[in-house]
């Protein structure tokens, strides 16, 4: 029986409150923090359970964090905040000696530049306080790492070549909104493409490389090579992989509306004078566009997430694909939220119940792929996010 602090109240944030109520043999007490405790409040009031308690914090500021840490006494803390929060979270956890989980890699606010660096350079420091900080728990980064690790465990001797293929083929209704938090989101996609070939990064102008991608019960769609964490961290632990790359799908409406976005300066991070006051266009935009926990109502559809990997085992060529495909009203009716924050919010959860069950394992900061997998996906599945694998499905291969 252990205590969990969960730090964020956006859409992941209510998934992984939910989801740690109904794993009370594990989470004996929640508490849920964020900036806006009204936020808290809400979830905890939708939730109803009496060992869910909120309140509120300014992850910012590493003394506010580390004084809700001592008052609560967790065992874990699950970071569902943004991007930015990383690091005074992490901070504070090493001045606590608590248990570190997060779901996406640190990002300075004033540059739209993410990699693990910042993060990995406190392995010293959490290895000398005999405390693990597990990294990038969502799905993805998260689920498609273990995926990895599951087929290198399974199936492999070498991986040579990975496609991580992530497909969201759902409508909410709205003419254009985000899945997530709009600013991070929109700072990611709109950043230079980027994949791993040959022991090199090749940069690619956004959105110029796609390529129609077959998702299982969705069908064809067109996919889009962006840059996204995990390949960072994946071709560093397994250093066998020849070429790595990551797909998107974005529908021709949702690429117009950026377009116009982008050409008419909304989505800058440059601050500008409007009125006398210094405004970020793109937090302006963040505010005028749909909440994206409030998108889960009338969502229809699918989102479908996986690897494609190709390799040798016992000197052959193989093939291997692993994936899993979530409901968006069927996580709605669950609890309350779109897919997009469910299969994000479910990982986390499952990844520090992970640690506090002694399954996962070690002093230092992780990323999810150097754990073992197998505790893992013996759970997705009952956690809600069912998965599947096709081996030498050579038609179907990404290549
Ligand atoms: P939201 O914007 O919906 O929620 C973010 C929450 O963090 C809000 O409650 C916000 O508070 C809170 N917050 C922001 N700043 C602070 C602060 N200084 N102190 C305390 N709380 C703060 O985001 P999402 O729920 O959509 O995303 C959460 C995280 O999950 C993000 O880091 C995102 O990148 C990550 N993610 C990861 C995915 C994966 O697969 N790995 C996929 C999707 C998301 P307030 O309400 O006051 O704004």
Redesign the pocket.
Known sequence: MAKVLI?????????VAKKCTQAQEVFSEILL????KD??DAIATSTNHPLLTTAQ?????VNEMVALINDFGPDILI????????L?IMEACLETGVHYL???NYEPPEEAKFEYKWQWDYHQRYKQAGIMAVL?????????GVFTAYALKHYFDEIHYLDIVDCNAGDHGHPFAT???????IR?ITQKGKYYENSNWVEVDPFSVHRSINYPEIGSRESYLLYH??LESLVKHIPTIKRARFWMTFSESYLTHLRVLQNVGLTSIEPIEYEGKQIVPLQFL?AVLP???SLGENYQGKTS?GCHIRGVKDGKPRTYYIYNNCDHAEAYEEVGAQA??Y???V??MLGAMLVLTGKWKGEGVFNVEQLDPDPFLAKLGKYGLEWHELINNSEEFVD
């Open positions: 730090i964020g109240a956006g859409g992941v944030g209510n998934v923090a964020s900036r806006t936020k808290c914090v300014d992850a910012n500021k970071n569902v905040a943004l991007p930015y929060q990383d005074p997060d779901t996406a990038g728990c969502g799905f993805d980064p998260g689920v498609t899945n997530f938090n709009p600013e991070i989101n990611e964490e995990e963040k909440i994206p926990s997430i997009v924050a299969t994000t919010g990982p986390a």
